[in-house]
């Protein structure tokens, strides 16, 4: 990890390089996406050039929202050697997103009982 990814999940890069993605998204959390590195196919990852957002938690165990995205390192042959994630805290937006969506299915379900009503 680099001093970013540090700061961001609270582990240094000798605790969790060459580790499982399960060490930032927990089982518990039940997603597809910690799946995503493992088992690079020769070309792309599972989930090519998307960017994924998931529930992860950081070394203290508090909770956040991280937008990844994976790749694949390669050797001068091109063969695949390794898969590695990007993670970017999405937190305040996912949230922001969350309200917002809740607000307008409040919205429209208001509307929708005014409607029935004159």
């Not at 959390?29 to 994924?52: H, M």
Request: proline share 3%; glycine share 8%.
């Amino acid at each position: 990890m680099e001093p970013g990814a540090e700061f961001v999940f609270g582990y240094s890069a000798a605790e969790v390089v060459g580790k499982s993605l399960a060490v930032i998204i927990p089982e518990r959390f039940d997603t597809p996406i910690g799946k995503a590195s493992e088992g690079p196919s020769r070309s792309q990852t599972k989930y090519g050039d998307r960017v994924l957002t998931t529930r992860s938690v950081r070394k203290d165990g508090s909770k956040l929202y991280v937008d990844l995205s994976f790749g694949l390192v390669r050797d001068l042959a091109d063969a695949v050697v390794a898969a590695f994630a990007i993670g970017r805290d999405c937190t305040t937006r996912h949230l922001s997103d969350s309200a917002f969506r809740a607000r307008v299915s409040d919205l429209e379900q208001r509307l929708e009982v005014a409607s029935k009503v004159t």
